[in-house]
């Protein structure tokens, strides 16, 4: 089983639209979690960070944690076109050991 | 803050010269820092760990003798592409952690060996 699982997708949504992104991890001990967007050509950005279960919110976006399910997602409300990219869920399994998820792409099409 | 500034951001070399990339953790020390590549539409794959004063960690297949890796001071590592060929054109990027708040990526750097 992989530390940091995404559904690669392609994941396509129309403008407006919200964008759900999911990620599982499979250490119980993680402490720290990351959603990066990553556009092609560029190198990875961090866009939110979530420590503790529950919502974040921030802006269009919101990260969902659950430890007990092993499970963090990312919403993106009102879907631009910009967001189109490489969304890199990414888990902290020890302080300076960071494992990365695949990447799902997304499309959101105008 | 926890700025991470790559150089350079593209270069282009002959077969069999050496390429020399830098990366600078610019407002905070860095003593773990990480040299990923990534071919097009592919994931991120790291290559090794560049801890401050001690040898770097390198991924299985990775050959630590044509990439060379130095960290000598807590703000600067290197990634030296020893002998390019053709196929080792790709993206480089290098990454600085901030402990649990996460890493902090470099901009990249594109090399094309021709």
């Known amino acids: 089983q992989k530390e940091v699982e995404q559904n690669s997708g392609p994941l396509s949504v129309p403008e407006g639209a919200i964008a759900s992104l999911n990620c599982t991890y499979s250490?119980?001990?993680?402490?720290?979690f990351f959603w990066y967007r990553q556009y092609s050509g560029k190198s990875p950005e961090l866009i939110m960070s979530?420590?503790?279960?529950g919502d974040k919110e921030d802006g269009r976006f919101t990260a969902q944690l659950n430890k007990a399910s092993q499970y963090v997602s990312l919403l993106i409300r009102d879907s631009q076109p910009s967001d189109s990219a490489t969304y890199l869920c990414a888990v902290n399994i020890e302080y300076n050991d960071m494992r990365f998820g695949a990447g799902t792409r997304l499309t959101v099409k105008p | 803050g926890a700025v991470v500034s790559q150089h350079p951001s593209r270069v282009i070399c002959k077969s069999g010269t050496s390429v020399k990339i830098e990366c600078r953790s610019l407002?905070?020390?860095?003593?773990?820092m990480f040299w990923y590549r990534q071919f097009p539409k592919k994931s991120l794959m790291l290559m090794a760990t560049?801890?401050?004063?001690?040898?770097?960690?390198?991924e299985q297949g990775v050959e630590k003798d044509k990439f060379l890796i130095n960290h000598a001071s807590l703000t600067l590592s290197t990634l030296t592409v020893t002998s390019a060929h053709p196929e080792d054109s790709s993206f480089y990027i290098c990454?600085?952690?901030?402990?649990?708040?996460?890493?902090?990526f470099g901009s990249g750097t594109r090399l094309t060996v021709v």
């Open positions: 250490d119980r001990g993680s402490q720290s």
């Open positions: 560049s801890n401050e004063g001690s040898k770097a960690t390198y």
């Open positions: 990454s600085a952690t901030r402990g649990l708040y996460g890493y902090t």
């Open positions: 407002d905070f020390q860095a003593t773990t």
């Open positions: 979530i420590y503790s279960n």
